[in-house]
């Protein structure tokens, strides 16, 4: 019984911080896209805060899958597994799939997020944008051009809305 309460107590823990963490990332983000623009600056800062967000997300996310690892939980792969309980050792694009991966299997929804697309593609170049971003090294790692920024947003609002229906089929399926 005093491990059940640990366990519930855990994850309650880590569902609040989810809860509050979102909250204040998707204020962030609500305030950028507020005062859209063209402009560079505001492209590159876009990329920044939306993978942060995502990463964000991705972490509380795993502190949530520790807990349900510990209980009687569904059959998850070895690399699945591994990032929940090792995050360092993958890159941060391996980190969010597998991370939402593991997540809705082990919260056992559906429909899963799809990783043969796309959009996919463009989640992953923006991620690689947002390091290069973070640790140019050149001038050429801060441009955007037009059309790279349209596959950047594309694949960044993709992969927030993977995250995004996570917290919504959670609800349907579990309550509130």
């Known amino acids: 019984m005093k491990k059940r309460t640990r366990l519930q107590n855990r994850f309650e823990s880590a569902f609040v911080n989810y809860l509050k963490l979102t909250a204040m990332l998707q204020d962030n983000l609500a ?38 690892l510990e209980c009687s939980a569904p059959a998850i792969s070895a690399k699945e597994r591994k990032v929940i309980l090792d995050e360092g050792s993958f890159d941060a694009s391996s ?6 991966r593991a997540a809705y299997k082990l ?13 996919w593609g463009a989640a992953q170049r923006a991620v690689r944008k947002r ?37 919504s089929l959670s609800q349907a399926k579990y309550g509130n």
């Open 95 to 100: 980190r969010l799939k597998l991370t939402l």
């Open 107 to 119: 919260f056992a929804l559906q429909p899963t997020p799809s990783f043969d697309s796309a959009d």
């Open 31 to 68: 305030a950028m896209l507020a005062s859209e623009s063209i402009a560079l600056h505001w492209r590159r800062n876009f990329v920044r805060t939306s993978v942060a967000l995502l990463e964000g997300h991705a972490h509380c996310l795993r502190q949530m899958c520790v807990v349900a």
């Open 131 to 167: 390091n290069r971003l973070m640790h140019p090294k050149t001038f050429r790692d801060l441009g955007m051009a037009d059309t790279t920024w349209r596959m950047h947003r594309r694949g960044i609002i993709w992969l927030m809305e993977q995250f995004f229906d996570f917290l």
